[in-house]
């Protein structure tokens, strides 16, 4: 299809998200065509970027998204543009390295998949594929051979001015290809590779990512939707959304674990429910930040209840950063109001007496148990840590945040070098519950 063609002409002055209620009305011929204008169809994550995090021309494309987010289509994509584009004077052989976590994916998914390399291509301007010889060709003389990330020592030897590396983070030799891949992309004025993958949290991957020479794009599996069968995302995503497996397999974050750790992902994930059963206490807790400057702590505000089982249920976090004092307390009260709780459980290591007054100032009806800590962060979280593996803790529902916070949450009392806000005030809350709290809300200095 040239810009000249009515189709392409108009399709360029749609909007992107107007473009699904006009390919419903095309014909099958028209549909083929639109298919092939990929300037057309690309999400912004799927077009290489043109510089890379050293602000210079990028060696490395990683394009890091999660199922079904389109990464296939665009390597593929990339990969096409490079085969096809017009060769330049001083260009050498145009040899292609593909290299996908076996050789069945790498035929089935790049090579013959319904996004792959072949499928990409006009049927009359396609490549030949000799799947016994492991090879593409093009017309123009440019090869694309396709290898196993399970043989790293089958990339000993061949030469290439461009390569095309398939859910890197699944290689079962992740290091070792690659080490063999970087030292075969040797041809051409500047070799180099794009990368797409479902991220995990290996040493490699996160390596690439603050590499100078590396660009790297990143999309959700719902950035694709339209695409997508809404089966999948009606019960798929929505089933998944939020919780660790979702945010690795869904959302395309890394999601690291921390050996010292007092909580585990997994044994988060083991402690999850869909909701909480009727409860019998409610609590509030609320950790202050020491001021609203910018930059300053959040102010952790995380509700959990108790059931006649004395299981405790964590059921909100709404911490919140960079608002006056007289900003959180009301937060927190709101949140007090909605979920109809029993009390506040209030800090005041910090600016006790501000505390006291900014609450009662917003609104002086609200029972607050004041606590003081009298010892360390670690101290006091870790036999909460331990009521978690007895099972007496759950999760009604899925906080990704205060996760992140209790599973990089160290003996230095520090998650990812910052205080751990939520955590603090989950730990007030679930303390409260369990050790304290069987009467009546006790308010102290109020």
């Known amino acids: 299809m040239n810009s000249d063609d009515p189709l392409h002409r108009n399709s360029k002055q749609l909007l992107r998200d107007e473009i699904p209620e006009a390919i419903a009305s095309l014909d099958a011929e028209e549909l083929a065509a639109l298919n092939a204008a990929w300037d057309i169809l690309a999400h912004p994550h799927q077009l290489p970027p043109a510089l890379g995090n050293n602000g210079e021309p990028w060696t490395t494309w990683l394009l890091i998204g999660g199922r079904g987010a389109g990464k296939t289509r665009a390597g593929a994509e990339w990969i096409k543009g490079l085969a096809n584009a017009p060769r330049q004077e001083d260009e050498t052989e145009r040899r292609i390295a593909l290299i996908g976590e076996t050789e069945h994916e790498t035929r089935e998914v790049m090579i013959e998949g319904v996004s792959g390399l072949l499928a990409v291509h006009p049927h009359d301007a396609r490549p030949l594929w000799s799947p016994a010889r492991r090879r593409l060709e093009w017309n123009n003389g440019a090869i694309a051979q396709a290898f196993s990330a399970e043989d790293p020592e089958s990339l ?142 959040a102010c952790g505000l995380v509700a959990a209840g108790r059931n006649e089982n004395d299981i405790i249920y964590v059921i909100a976090d709404e911490t919140v950063s960079g608002l006056s004092p007289a900003g959180w307390a009301a937060k927190a009260i709101a949140l007090w109001r909605r979920l109809e709780a029993d009390a506040l459980v209030v800090e005041v290591n910090q600016g006790g007496d501000m505390v006291r007054s900014v609450i009662r100032e917003v609104d002086g009806s609200v029972p607050v148990i004041a606590v003081r800590a009298h010892r360390g962060k670690w101290l006091r979280a870790e036999p909460i840590a331990a009521l978690y593996e007895q099972g007496r803790v759950k999760h009604a529902g899925v906080f990704p945040a205060l996760e992140d916070e209790m599973c990089d949450f160290g003996l230095d009392g520090l998650s990812s070098g910052r205080s751990p806000d939520r955590l603090d005030a989950m730990v007030w809350a679930v303390a409260h519950l369990t050790f304290g709290g069987r009467g009546g809300p006790r308010v102290r200095g109020l």
């Not at 070792?176 to 075969?184: I, N, R, S």
């Open 156 to 297: 000993r030897g061949p030469q290439f001015s461009a390569a095309w590396a398939d859910e890197l983070a699944k290689w079962r030799h992740a290091e070792a290809t690659f080490d063999m891949l970087q030292f075969g992309l040797r041809l051409g004025a500047r070799p180099r590779q794009v990368i797409t993958t479902t991220p995990r949290p290996i040493a490699l991957l996160k390596r690439l990512i603050t590499d100078p020479t590396s660009a790297v794009t990143h999309a959700a599996t719902r950035a694709n939707a339209y695409y997508l069968s809404p089966a999948f995302i009606d019960t798929v995503v929505k089933r998944y959304d939020g919780t660790r497996l979702g945010r690795q397999e869904l959302d395309g974050e890394i999601i690291d674990e921390r050996p010292d750790a007092l909580w585990s992902r997994g044994g988060i994930e083991s402690c999850r429910v869909a909701e909480a059963p009727a409860l019998q206490r409610i609590i509030v807790a609320v950790d202050p930040p020491v001021s609203a400057s910018k930059g300053a702590d």
